[in-house]
């Protein structure tokens, strides 16, 4: 089966992400990337990975550099989002901040300080899977900035959001039982056979 490049991008967008900002620096330059291709990997060793672009200049600065920070954006950060994108070019606004002596975004609502464990090939972008040296958190009140289907999104308030209706087994067509594995899974069973839920 073909799949076009446009309709897999499509697809993808359908799964909602974080921003981040990657930022890296050398002894020429520090440079910042937007990026949403940003996910934790393990908790022991605590490992994170990141995707870039082989044709972004942000491939080679971080590989050079082997130490970057990552800094998640929240939901009044939309503008620091583009900035780093190269959609605005105006720096006077954008405030830096450090961890473990390296740059973050000083109005993250969390930031990493990771140096570079192995960088794998990821077909038209580069894998950079990194170790985590230090963390930084806000209080737990900010929202994230979200990106889903090409666009800028934020978490709606709870009230505004009507809950899921549950279908019933019938309705759906599904029927489910416990069963007596260790972890107690629940798996669904439709008439085509065994299937996760």
Do not use: K
């Not at 082997?66 to 954006?73: D, G, M, P």
């Not at 759906?172 to 085509?192: D, I, K, M, P, W």
Request: aromatic share 6%; charged share 20%; proline share 4%.
């Amino acid at each position: 089966m073909s799949i076009d490049t446009r309709e897999f991008r499509q697809t993808m967008g359908m799964f909602a992400t974080g921003i981040t900002v990657v930022i890296a620096q050398t002894s020429a330059e520090t440079h910042g990337m937007t990026a949403n291709s940003f996910t934790s990997v393990s908790l022991d060793p605590m490992l994170i990975l990141v995707c870039i672009d082989r044709q972004a200049h942000m491939a080679s600065v971080i590989v050079e550099a082997q130490r970057f920070s990552i800094s998640v954006l929240g939901a009044e950060h939309e503008w620091l989002s583009r900035h780093f994108a190269g959609r605005v070019r105006d720096d006077s606004q954008v405030v830096f901040g450090a961890l473990d002596g390296i740059t973050t975004l000083h109005d993250a609502i969390a930031a990493l300080a990771c140096t570079i464990e192995q960088v794998l090939d990821g077909g038209d972008h580069i894998i950079v899977l990194a170790r985590v040296d230090a963390i930084q958190r806000d209080d737990g009140t900010a929202e994230p900035l979200l990106y889903y289907r090409g666009r800028y999104r934020q978490i709606a308030p709870p009230e505004t959001v009507e809950p899921a209706q549950q279908p019933t087994s019938q309705a759906a067509g599904v029927e489910h039982e416990e069963l007596s594995t260790e972890n107690r899974a629940r798996v669904y069973r439709r008439q085509s056979g065994w299937m996760p839920p």
